[in-house]
């Protein structure tokens, strides 16, 4: 099972880094000295600093990204951490090598002993040997780039950090290895000969090499790096044919094809035809069509023919067919990978349902003191339910009395305060006396005009007296917070430590909430009681401003009369002191009015807070202990939860009963637990495909 669903990863993360993708990518491959190299050239305009070539030994040493860009003219060098350096670089030499240890930090990795031979080794082995005393020998001359993350350089200066160095070099005495720090390379340049602007080349080092892991690596460089592959050979005297090395490198780039039913859509033979080797050239497309082609031309794959020295040829004989044929056959590749991705997602999830109902049958066959210890502690959840239940249906019942009593003192009382402190405020003088706000309307009225002046402080007063009876709003709060404490008090009383040491009603119900969603114990149904609960809000300005608006209406100096249907002024002030007094007196005894209605219709609507709580907390009673089976919640039921919730805490729930439990129902009830979470991702896995 955890092959395939590591498999199933993988192919999730290369299907998410294929359609992430904003540009055509299309791999280089092949054996060293079939002209890659060149043709990478010829394609991105780059030279021998950028994308070494040579005559003798493999010459790139790193992966790199080459991208036509209109702006850009650099390179961006990933260098590798430590870490990464010894994992992917120095242990598949000793995984390879067999040997029994492997360094895990730079500097046993510098202090390692290697061997200058192995007892029968093969050939390989040798040369793995070899490679891996030179990486530790060169190790001064790239240890100090490790670990320095990206770093854009000026591509003038770039083969030293992604070629191998030369015979000549290695000839001369000791090299500077610094590739070997080097993860990968990013290019960004303009193409002279392509009008493609999001277009990528991947230059895949590896195949053929003798490198520990390079084959591997070579795969997963295609699988999640590009949409295409040119495999390229080429046309000369020795190899003027189809070699059994080649059919190996087919298959392996065929491996990386993944879901791709078209192999020819995904693999493009290329053929190297230097000029003057028309013939040469000719005999390996002949031997190309009988061994691979089975005798028909493009059967499988598509042989492209090119001198890849010559840039022109390269845009007429390959770039263009190439990307003309993209075009058309990308969305179906496409498809292909996310119909693939799709179908082996399902096949491990299908596999892990049956793996898990084995399971489960087992597990559940399990008699003697498991089960009975498992029955012992669903009573005791069973019991716990009851208790809880009981409490609070009688916290219900209070509620309910107090919320269809004649009246509630409380509510009242803070009403009634509201609306002394707002009456205070207005016969004080609006805040600052009566002379003051007498002279300082004077001086407006010569200013404004008086009727302006007036219809400014009407507005003022009614967004006043509006504002302080919003101060209700702690009222409501703390009604509301005094039930979430009664309700995680209850709760809390009844689960031995648990919830020991909380304070405060939101504050026991979080930590309730956040106990019944645990990933590996959740109980959805319980916990969505509980957070209905803990949203549960009141305030005046949601709840009630909006049904005393009428009550407001009356401090406006502007109104509709009802007979005629027209605008009128409700009172227009003289100029002059005598006409500011009466001004004041009026709006006075206005903002009186609208405080007295605002105050009885508060005390004569219906929706008062205890109603609100009550509502709440009944609504909480029925979900947290009676609801049944959710589909809507993947639920079967608060019955059902508390035994899971009392499982998951037994140990919290009642302390110190349940100590001589074997260390074997311990493991059963863990087990249980797994299953039950395993079967609830599984479900939400089937119900997302």
Same mark, same amino acid.
């Given at each position: 099972?955890?092959? +395939? !669903? ?14 992430? +993708? ?41 992966? $790199?990204? !080459?991208?036509?860009?209109?702006? &850009? ?10 870490? =990464? ?69 000026? @591509? ?30 990013? !290019?960004?340049?303009? %193409? ?8 990528? %080349? ?20 295609? +699988? ?34 993944? *879901? ?23 005999? &390996?497309? /002949? ?15 598509? #042989? ?13 004989? @390959? ?50 003191? $498991?089960?009975?210890? !498992? ?24 509620? +309910?009395?107090?919320?269809?009593? /004649? ?10 305060? #509201? ?43 009614? #967004? ?65 009681? #509980? ?10 300005? *949601? ?144 119900? =997302?495909?």
């Amino acid at each position: 099972m955890r092959r +395939r !669903i590591a498999r199933a990863i993988e192919l999730l993360t290369a299907v998410e880094a294929r359609f992430a +993708r904003d540009t055509v990518n299309i791999g280089v491959s092949g054996s060293a000295r079939m002209g890659k190299s060149t043709l990478l050239q010829s394609i991105s305009g780059l030279g021998d600093e950028q994308i070494p070539t040579g005559r003798d030994l493999p010459v790139t040493a790193v992966r $790199s990204r !080459i991208y036509n860009s209109r702006s &850009l003219n650099q390179a961006i060098l990933r260098f590798h951490s430590r870490e =990464s350096f010894l994992a992917e670089v120095v242990h598949p030499y000793h995984v390879e090598l067999k040997f029994a240890a492997m360094p895990t930090t730079i500097d046993e990795f510098r202090a390692w002993s290697y061997p200058t031979e192995l007892p029968e080794a093969t050939p390989g082995q040798i040369s793995m040997l070899v490679r891996l005393r030179d990486i530790h020998e060169a190790l001064p001359t790239y240890e100090a780039d490790l670990g320095r993350g990206e770093q854009v350089v000026s @591509l003038d200066g770039l083969r030293r950090y992604v070629a191998y160095p030369s015979h000549e070099e290695r000839s001369a005495g000791p090299v500077e290895c610094r590739y070997l720090a080097v993860r990968d390379v990013r !290019i960004d340049c303009p %193409f002279p000969h392509t009008e493609v602007e999001r277009l990528g %080349f991947v230059d895949l080092p590896g195949l053929g090499e003798i490198a520990a892991d390079a084959e591997k690596r070579h795969i997963t460089g295609l +699988r999640h790096d590009v949409d295409a592959v040119l495999l390229v050979k080429r046309a000369v005297d020795a190899q003027a044919f189809w070699m059994e090395a080649d059919g190996r490198a087919l298959d392996l780039l065929d491996e990386a094809r993944g *879901s791709i039913r078209n192999r020819g859509d995904f693999v493009h033979l290329v053929i190297n035809r230097p000029p003057g080797q028309e013939s040469l050239a000719e005999a &390996l497309r /002949a031997d190309i069509l009988h061994k691979v082609n089975d005798g028909q031309e493009a059967r499988y794959f598509e #042989v492209l023919e090119t001198d890849v020295k010559n840039p022109q040829a390269v845009r007429d004989d @390959l770039l263009t067919p190439l990307l003309r044929k993209l075009a058309a056959r990308l969305p179906v590749m496409d498809a292909d990978c996310l119909a693939g991705t799709r179908e082996a997602v399902d096949h491990a999830r299908a596999s892990a349902e049956a793996a898990l109902a084995e399971v489960t049958r087992a597990v559940r066959g399990v008699r003697a003191e $498991s089960g009975d210890v !498992i029955e012992l502690i669903n009573r005791e959840a069973e019991q716990l339910r009851k208790a809880i239940s009981k409490d609070l249906s009688e916290l219900v019942d209070r509620l +309910r009395n107090r919320a269809f009593e /004649a009246e509630d003192p409380a509510y009242v009382k803070a009403v009634q305060e #509201v609306h002394r402190e707002t009456v205070d405020w207005i016969t004080s003088g609006f805040g600052v006396g009566e002379q003051a706000w007498c002279q300082s309307a004077e001086l407006d009225f010569l200013t404004d005009g008086a009727l302006v002046f007036a219809e400014h402080q009407m507005n003022r007063i009614r #967004v006043e007296v509006a504002n302080r009876f919003a101060a209700l709003d702690a009222y409501f709060s703390d009604e509301v917070e005094q039930a979430r404490l009664e309700v995680g008090t209850i709760i809390a009383r009844h689960c031995g430590t648990l919830l020991s040491g909380i304070e405060g009603g939101s504050a026991l119900l979080t930590e309730l909430a956040a106990l019944l969603d645990n990933p590996r114990n959740p109980c959805p149904a319980l916990h969505g009681a #509980v957070v209905n609960l803990l949203t549960l809000r009141m305030g005046y300005r *949601s709840h009630l401003h909006p049904r005393l608006r009428r009550q407001l209406d009356g401090l406006q100096m502007r109104y509709r009369n009802p007979q005629t249907g027209r605008m009128e002024t409700a009172f227009t002030p003289d100029d002059g002191a005598e006409g500011v007094h009466e001004l004041y007196v009026f709006l006075v005894q206005q903002a009186l009015n609208a405080a007295h209605e605002i105050r009885k219709a508060l005390l004569e609507e219906e929706m008062t807070p205890a109603l609100v709580v009550y509502a709440a907390v009944e609504h909480f009673l029925d979900s947290f202990i009676r609801s049944g089976a959710s589909e809507e919640l993947h639920s079967p039921g608060a019955k059902w939860e508390f035994e899971r919730f009392a499982r998951a805490y037994r140990d919290q729930l009642w302390p110190g009963a349940h100590e001589g439990i074997a260390e074997g129902n311990v493991r059963y009830d863990h087990v249980l637990t797994i299953i039950e979470a395993l079967e609830k991702k599984l479900a939400e896995a089937g119900r =997302s495909a």
